[in-house]
């Protein structure tokens, strides 16, 4: 096993690649746990000390037994943002809800040990994701664990309002008994314009249906067969706005639906209109909600959500006689609590203990069957990136690297986000400082002003295997080993699997054939017997293993490029005595 002192994002030829599945479905009374894998994100490998998780909200006791079987947990509830950045500093792994903000200041306290933030909820509009990925931190939510919870509240607030059941409660608690005031709407035959039609917004419409509503939904993103299929008609924001008698939000707070319910929205609903929110509060503007109260257009407004929470004390809105307030209890169920809570300790394990996330927001999923085939060209082009950047001489920036992925499947049919972000990280790590992984790989790149190019070439014959070679060239540099320079004038590698481990196959125009473990030498000599001898006694006398070796040549008699594998690194005095056997022309040692 292969010993990495952080949590780190590495597959290497020793490094155990285990896989998770994980349930997708909420209560566990109403569905049952899937079987199988669905998707897998990253690779952390956590070898050391226990991990320390921070839950930094109320967090169900099962999740809470679940993490504490794997790591330090420690609760601290109600932390001030000045607090949370100090203690970040101290704990791999930070769960919170939708009370806490999870800012690019509690990124930047952490100094690069907050591996994992998980959201034990949907909405991760709490989360600065864009510093998150900054930092190479995954970010993982709970996307189902509270979808029937939210939904329910949803119609209890439909229902609530169309019956005035709060007014009519604190009116008869105040002792009076006013049943002319509070006469309600029938729900059924009005229409609902559900807004956003996924999880939540599905099961909303799903349930209106039964209570003998019309349901229409605006989602520009939703399937309309998915709609369908629950006789729902998808329409435009226009249509909606203008047919709805009943309009319940229920899509995520993004810059693109931040007050999506403006006063120009509100200008074209139907007079009367009722309004249910149990999605974000910034998806409404509140000014612009409480005129549309206050001239009548909207009749009524039920509020789970609010732009800020908890809503200051003299917030005209939750002080309106129209208008049923909760405060942000979607997901509060005793049975949603327990399963997101099991959903996001699950997650937020497994993504430490170096197992793969499902839910990950802020990284590709790769699905587990094609991560399997993968990860052995997962190495590969780690350690190809890794032979590329040592190859350039000093002074040479890397700015354009290019690899090409040669296969016979068809274009369509390879998912290489995985492999450009380790080719990336096999570029970068050596050079400097930065810790990358599948979460920042191509953050890191831009910021180094690093173009990476993809190119496929396909190829005749079998697609059994995903990959037949992959081939990383640097461009516009020079190279300390001429040799790995091609006929293209750019430091050219090429690789392979060959049963199941990783190969180097090429190098410039040079075939070769070693296994990319431990070290090597690469060595251009003119070809003559002899050589082999003489550098595996320098060698041999340093007690230094050879692993691997083998030599490429253009023709018989000329030149030829030697590659040895070690499981040694070699002094640097046994480097100067291969250096000067007389027929090496030029000689190399690399890292891997
Ligand atoms: N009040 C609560 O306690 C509570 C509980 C759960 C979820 N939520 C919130 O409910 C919302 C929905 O959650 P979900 O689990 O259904 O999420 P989801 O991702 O399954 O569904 C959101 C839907 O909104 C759609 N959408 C995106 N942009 C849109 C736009 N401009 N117009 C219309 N639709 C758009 C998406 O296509 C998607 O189908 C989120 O904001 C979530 O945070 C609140
Ligand atoms: O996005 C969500 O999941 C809900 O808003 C629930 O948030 P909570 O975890 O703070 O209850």
Not at 95 to 115: D, N, P
Not at 147 to 169: F, K, M, P, Y
Not at 354 to 364: D, K, Q, S
């Amino acid at each position: 096993m292969s010993v990495i002192s952080s949590w780190n994002l590495t597959i290497s030829l020793n490094t155990t690649i285990s896989l998770s599945w994980r349930s997708s479905l909420p209560s566990r009374a109403i569905f049952p746990r899937p079987k199988k894998p669905k998707t897998l994100v990253v690779l952390a490998t956590a070898l050391g000390a226990k991990p320390t998780v921070l839950v930094a909200e109320k967090l169900g006791d099962a999740g809470i037994q679940l993490l504490k079987t794997f790591a330090n947990v420690d609760c601290s509830y109600n932390l001030s943002p000045e607090e949370l950045c100090t203690k970040i500093s101290l704990c791999d792994a930070l769960i919170v809800r939708s009370g806490t903000k999870v800012t690019r200041e509690v990124f930047e306290s952490s100094m690069g040990r907050l591996k994992v933030v998980g959201r034990a909820g949907v909405g991760i509009d709490n989360v600065d994701i864009s510093a998150a990925t900054e930092h190479g931190c995954l970010v993982v939510n709970a996307p189902t664990a509270n979808t029937i919870a939210a939904a329910e509240h949803g119609i209890a607030l439909l229902t609530a309002v169309s019956r005035n059941i709060a007014q009519a409660d604190a009116s008869v608690k105040a002792g009076k008994w006013e049943r002319n005031k509070y006469v309600g709407v029938s729900l059924v035959g009005k229409t609902l314009a559900v807004m956003g039609f996924g999880k939540v917004g599905s099961e909303v419409a799903r349930r209106a249906k039964g209570l003998g509503m019309q349901v229409i939904a605006h989602d520009p993103y939703a399937p309309a067969d998915r709609a369908r299929a629950i006789g729902v008609e998808l329409v435009s924001f226009e249509e909606a706005l203008t047919t709805a008698d009943f309009i319940s939000l229920h899509m995520p707070l993004t810059p693109a639906t931040s007050k999506m319910f403006n006063d120009e929205a509100f200008s074209r609903v139907k007079k009367g209109v009722r309004i249910i929110n149990v999605a974000r509060g910034g998806v409404i503007d509140e000014e612009a909600l409480l005129r549309a109260l206050d001239s009548g257009i909207v009749a009524q407004a039920a509020l789970d959500v609010f732009t800020e929470e908890p809503p200051p004390q003299e917030n005209k809105l939750v002080r309106h006689e129209n208008v049923t307030v909760t405060p942000h209890l979607g997901a509060s169920t005793t049975e949603a609590q327990e399963g997101v809570a099991l959903e996001i300790a699950e997650a937020v394990v497994g993504a430490l203990k170096g197992e793969l996330a499902a839910t990950a927001v802020n990284a590709p999923m790769v699905p587990a069957e094609v991560l399997l085939e993968l990860s052995p060209y997962v190495a590969l082009t780690e350690k190809l990136g890794r032979l590329a950047v040592q190859l350039v001489a000093g002074g040479s920036g890397v700015k354009f690297v290019k690899v090409t992925y040669a296969s016979a499947r068809g274009p369509d049919d390879l998912d290489t986000r995985l492999l450009r972000a380790m080719v990336t990280k096999g570029l970068i790590e050596p050079i400097s400082s930065v810790f990358v992984n599948l979460v920042n790989a191509d953050f890191i790149a831009k910021q180094r002003g690093l173009r990476l190019t993809e190119e496929r070439i396909v190829l005749d014959g079998s697609p059994e295997k995903p990959l037949e070679f992959i081939q990383v060239r640097i461009a516009n540099v020079e190279s300390k080993f001429a040799s790995a320079i091609s006929n293209s004038g750019e430091i050219t590698v090429e690789g392979r699997v060959k049963d199941g481990k990783p190969h180097l196959t090429k190098v410039g125009s040079f075939g070769v054939d070693v296994s990319l473990e431990g070290s090597i030498v690469l060595c251009r000599q003119s070809d003559q017997p002899g050589i082999i001898g003489k550098v595996g006694n320098i060698l041999s006398e340093e007690n230094v293993n050879v692993n691997f070796m083998s030599v490429g040549r253009i023709a018989p008699g000329k030149q030829a490029v030697m590659t040895i594998g070690l499981d040694e690194e070699p002094s640097r005095d046994a480097l100067k005595k291969i250096g000067e056997i007389t027929a090496v022309e030029e000689f190399v040692f690399l890292k891997l």
